[in-house]
């Protein structure tokens, strides 16, 4: 009897499915060298939540609450709202998937701005929906007119990402209000704030401003970044009951820890809390600095409000990021686009601006 054939050759899959590239993480950084390629937060816990997560892993043998109740209730307070109009999720990426399942059938429409978050076309595609990539503009930033414009009968979500991922730039409050107002309110919209709190830029959208404004709004963020809990995975979003609703729905049940909801409710007790946004001050005023040094040596950079500066390198991206790899530095290299570089540790702001000096070419 001759073997069967491996069945993996046989099953059939979604094509769509298996074409799709796996999730980018960048490689790991050499030794005395820095990863600077995921907009990680270089400090590892405070105490208080290293302890509360402890503690919470001693008690793994239990499952979580399903809907992390005690998270939801102080995400309420401190938002003004109800805790049923707060949806917590296993890292705001998997709740970004949550919506757009909840609201996009096959043959329906997505539109963002490209270039953004990478995860964005990948989980259109998964709920068998079509991505509408929209072009940003040519300061990097999101074009909401053409965006509006680009909503068609078979829209169903639009995602704005403010700061923008990997570019930096943030969409203005007018700006966001005026693409509001042309976006008809059975369409959902996901404002993506995973970085809202590095933006300093006083005239950005800020989604704590708009809520209850908007039948068809939902914010979301995350502990990744400021709150340092990229490990534990937690996100919360934030909006209309219904729309939540529809997203828990879809999501894959008990996804969201008791270890990471732990993490988070000890990340925002007060004295945490406040070490942790001394933790962001101090990297906004790094980026500050390594942006401004940057554009001294002759480098275009946008306007950076996330926890990363965006080199635009265009066709170079791949030389340079070899050279920044050379000297230590992994940073995330988008090849015949730009390069994105987290704002880390402090050492690593020297080997940039060294590496960087030595690469700049007056034609850009
Ligand atoms: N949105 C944007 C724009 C991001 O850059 C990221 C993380 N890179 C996320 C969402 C997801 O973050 P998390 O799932 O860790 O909350």
């Known amino acids: 009897m001759t073997a069967p ?10 094509p769509e499915i298996a074409a799709l590239p796996p999730y980018r993480q960048g490689r790991p950084a050499p030794a005395n060298g820095f990863k600077l390629s995921s907009n990680e ?13 402890a503690a919470a892993a001693a008690e793994v043998n239990r499952y979580p609450d399903a809907t992390a109740l005690a998270l939801r209730e102080k995400l309420a307070e401190r938002f003004g709202v109800t805790p049923d109009e707060v949806l917590v999720g296993a890292g705001s990426v998997s709740l970004l998937a949550q919506f757009v399942l909840a609201a996009a059938a096959p043959g329906d429409e997505v539109v963002y701005s490209w270039r953004s978050f ?19 503009r040519a300061d990097h930033g999101h074009d ?20 923008n991922n990997p570019t930096g730039v943030a969409v203005t409050r007018d700006e966001f209000e005026r693409f509001m107002g042309r976006v008809p309110d059975d369409r959902l919209v996901l404002l993506d704030e995973a970085y809202a709190e590095f933006v300093r830029g006083p005239e950005a959208v800020d989604g704590r401003e708009l809520l209850g404004r908007y039948p068809n709004l939902v914010v979301l963020r995350t502990f990744s970044k400021a709150y340092g809990l990229a490990g534990v995975r937690v996100g919360y979003a934030i909006g209309p009951v219904g729309i939540l609703d529809a997203a828990r729905a879809t999501a894959i049940p008990l996804g969201v820890t008791a270890v990471a909801t732990a993490g988070a409710l000890a990340a925002i007790e007060p004295e945490a809390e406040a070490e942790l946004l001394r933790r962001v001050a101090a990297l906004v005023e790094r980026r500050e600095g390594l942006r401004d040094a940057l554009v ?23 030389e340079v990021a070899e050279r920044l790899f050379e000297a ?12 994105r570089v987290s704002v880390g540790e402090t050492e690593s702001v020297d080997v940039l601006l060294r590496v960087l000096g030595e690469l700049v070419e007056p034609s850009q």
């Open 144 to 163: 909401l007119d053409a965006m509006a414009d680009a909503i068609t009968d078979r829209t169903r979500v639009v995602i704005v990402c403010s700061p």
């Open 5 to 14: 054939e491996p069945t993996s050759a046989r099953v059939r899959l979604r």
């Open 41 to 53: 937060n270089p400090w590892p816990p405070v105490p208080a939540v290293e302890r509360a997560i």
């Open 328 to 339: 230590g530095i992994v940073a995330r290299a988008f090849p015949g686009d730009g390069i």
């Open 296 to 318: 001294a040596q002759g480098w275009p950079i946008p306007e950076a409000q996330g926890n990363f500066v965006w080199l635009p390198t265009g066709e170079r991206t791949v």
């Open 118 to 136: 990478e995860a964005y076309p990948g989980l259109v595609t998964v709920a068998g929906a079509r991505s509408v990539a929209v072009p940003n």
